[in-house]
């Protein structure tokens, strides 16, 4: 590990202030989303401290952040009686997943699932094409090529009819949660029920703040294991 690394775990990912996680000020300057929206649901407009946010955790290594976002983003589903089987997630391109380390969807996921009482499961992997990060909006409007994972269709793994909620990190053009969608649908027989981000690109003219416990004016999540 570099001998930077423990400082930065210390530090603000927007400001760069001392704190474990994100600092209050910051918190509550993010660009959120009102709840509810569209057919993903996101915290933030994919902008300012949120995209500082979303990039230190992803090429930062800062994987500590990533669950306790999950749950945030749990909660902002408030579904009640959903009672999701699995959680799952686009899985990272292979090349973007070795070099960080992490697949950081796979730690939102777990994240959500904590919030929502479910189980978290890879249940896709990749199978070819370059990574969707990068790409211009064209490039990333077909998607990733996706298949299920190995073990997906077989025995206490199998999805069948199960519903599920799908988690990526940013969403640009829904091209790779409509893939995975796809994907679950075709290969798994799965349902997804509900669909999460955190941030959106392009929501710069919808920006809302609101008053909301664990969100703006509310307490922060608590980083834990």
Same mark, same amino acid.
């Given at each position: ?10 530090l603000?990912?927007?400001?760069? @202030? &001392?704190?474990p ?8 300057? !993010?660009a959120?989303?009102?709840? +509810? ?5 996101? *915290? ?15 090429? +930062? ?6 669950? &306790? ?7 902002? *589903? ?28 796979? *730690? ?10 479910a189980?978290?499961? @890879?249940?896709?992997?990749?199978t ?25 269709? !077989?025995?206490?793994? /199998? ?19 409509? #893939? #995975? ?9 799965g /349902? ?8 959106r690109?392009g ?5 809302? /703040? ?8 509310g ?7």
């Amino acid at each position: 590990m570099p001998p930077t690394a423990g400082l930065l775990r210390r530090l603000c990912p927007v400001c760069l @202030r &001392p704190d474990p996680f994100i600092c209050r000020e910051c918190w509550g300057a !993010l660009a959120w989303l009102p709840p +509810g929206r569209a057919d993903t649901i996101a *915290l933030w407009d994919y902008s300012g401290g949120a995209r500082s946010v979303v990039l230190t955790a992803k090429n +930062g290594n800062r994987r500590d952040l990533l669950r &306790p976002l999950g749950r945030v983003l749990g909660a902002r *589903l408030g579904v009640a009686g959903l009672e999701p089987v699995v959680v799952t997630w686009v899985p990272a391109h292979g090349k973007s997943r070795r070099r960080r380390g992490y697949d950081q969807g796979a *730690l939102l996921a777990a994240g959500v699932a904590d919030a929502v009482g479910a189980r978290h499961r @890879r249940l896709l992997r990749r199978t070819a094409g370059r990574p969707q990060t990068g790409g211009t909006r064209a490039e990333r409007a077909s998607g990733p090529q996706l298949a299920p994972a190995r073990g997906a269709l !077989l025995g206490p793994r /199998r999805v069948a009819g199960s519903p599920l909620i799908l988690v990526d990190d940013v969403v640009t053009t829904g091209a790779s949660l409509d #893939a #995975a969608g796809k994907a679950i649908d075709d290969e798994l027989n799965g /349902r997804v029920v509900a669909r999460l981000a955190l941030a959106r690109v392009g929501d710069h003219h919808d920006q809302a /703040r609101f008053d909301r416990d664990g969100m703006v004016g509310g307490n922060r999540p608590v980083p834990r294991a």
